[in-house]
């Protein structure tokens, strides 16, 4: 049986992320992808619950589950689930929950505002479901967002990586966005600097199995 998985992302760079993670670690599941940037231009600029509308639009009719890879809109979809009919999973939820059992001290590393908030509250939402109790900190990388924009990924990371060396005080660093991932493999710090793509990628993927 082919395992199929729909992706919906908000920029079109993270397609060959996922296609690379499902060639190495899923060879033969199914990844059909949707990219709507403008759902995370929208949810800058007026808020994350503003893009529900647009998001039940693109995922009314899907035939399975669906995977959010943008954490800035992700606690929005995922409240959509009941009226879709299908299951919508975050792809960041994985990670907080490792960032939960990690130790008390979570850091959050974000390169656009927007996700800051949700990642925080998902992280909060992951300690209550074992009954822990998390400190969560917040930190901006202010300069990251307009490299990523303008293609300078190897910028981009660099920032994200000098930021997450910076942090002294925490047991984990969760990089809020799927966008700074590869950043993990650039830090020095002894502190766990955690990602999502992988472990969401492989948590959707049972879930759909």
Known sequence: MVTSLTLLHTSPVHVPVFDALRDRDHPGAVLRHLVAPELLDRARTEGPDSVA??????????????????STIGGVAESLEPSL???????????????????PRVTVLATVESTLA??????????DRVG?????????VADAWPRFEAGDTAGYLALVAEAADAVTD????????????????????????????APGLTAALQAVG
């Open 53 to 70: 509308p647009a998001v039940r639009a693109l995922l009314d009719g899907s035939s399975g589950p669906v995977l959010v890879t943008c």
């Open 85 to 103: 009919g299908v299951p919508v999973l975050r792809v960041d939820r994985p990670m907080a929950a490792e960032a939960v059992r990690a130790g």
């Open 118 to 127: 949700p990642t925080v509250a998902l992280v909060a939402e992951e300690a």
């Open 132 to 140: 822990r109790q998390v400190s969560v900190t917040t930190r901006l």
């Open 170 to 197: 925490a047991d984990a660093i969760v990089l809020a966005q799927a966008s700074m991932a590869d950043a993990s493999s650039l830090t020095r710090t002894p502190i766990p600097v955690l990602a999502s793509p």
